[in-house]
């Protein structure tokens, strides 16, 4: 796998760019030696079967958009579980990132946490509440940036 | 006939500097950089596999950042949209459909240190697997990694 960098990241606001000309040059130059070395390539895989940590940070900072990087342990709400594929694995999370805020789950979510004062495995729980809901219904969620 | 896709996000596109870029009439200037960067990388596989077909993933937000009229002749537009595009590529398993994967415009992980706009799927959410933190770029690499496709460029800031 090859690396182009763009961009030298300074902080979360700004970053110090290479002329985009320059940057374009060396995408196409790295695209066609990547493709050229197709034959050789080497699928990126994780161990498997994988263990997932999803955090979600607090709905009132939320609310407030408080960047993740403020976020201290304190404000943060953690679900781990384990699946026999990182493909089953992502999809929970995806589903889990998308689906509790809107369906009050991220707020149980918190509550446990604090209960327990630590992460806590409840993938069966969550997992039962959501299972039988439809990925399509999250598309309606405004506030998305991948 | 080799099948590529591509996945282009816009935080790490070239150019883009600074985050007021990602709003109001400057995301404009946004969407050009990145259709830029998706077409470097476009004439950059057509230089090695001339009959290759591209299909591109716009995967910032729900889609529509891509200036699809100014993109490379014969550049498949999937569409945008984590839910309506990658999630059916995945659970389908046409993501092993591919030779090969081109991960463009990608930003560092929620926390990375020193990243520009790092987040991972949202601003508030962040994920580790076995123990790793991880962002996009890894997610999509170890999709397709899930079928057997390999990742053969990312590119992005260099928190990525």
Known sequence: MRTVSVKSAINRSSAECKPVEDAWHEIQAAAAEATKGLSSAVPCTVEEPVQIVSFFSHPE????????????????????????????????????????????LYKEAFRRFYELNGVKEMASEINAEFSALPFDETSAIPDVRY | MKRFLICADVEGASGVGDEAMLSGDAFQQVRELITGDVNACVRGIRRSAQDARIDLFDAH???????????????HLLGGGWVDILFPLVSSGKLGE???????????????????????????????????????????????????????????DDAT
């Not at chain 1, 990087?69 to 781990?80: K, S």
């Open chain 2, 98 to 156: 591919y030779d090969g994967l081109f991960l463009l415009g990608q930003h560092a992980a929620n926390g990375t240190r020193n990243g520009f706009i790092s987040h991972t799927n949202s601003e508030h959410t962040a994920l580790r697997v076995n123990g790793l933190d991880t962002g996009e770029a890894e997610q999509l690499a170890w999709l397709a990694g899930a079928y057997g496709i390999p990742t053969l460029l990312v590119v992005g």
């Open chain 1, 61 to 104: 900072m939320a609310a407030a958009a408080k960047p993740f990087r403020d976020v201290t342990v304190d404000d943060v709400g953690a679900v781990r579980f384990e699946s026999e594929t990182f493909v089953d694995a992502w999809f929970r999370h995806q589903a889990m990132a998308r689906l509790c805020p809107m369906l009050g």
């Open chain 2, 61 to 75: 937000g729900l889609g529509g950042n891509i200036f699809e009229e100014e993109l490379e002749r014969g550049v």
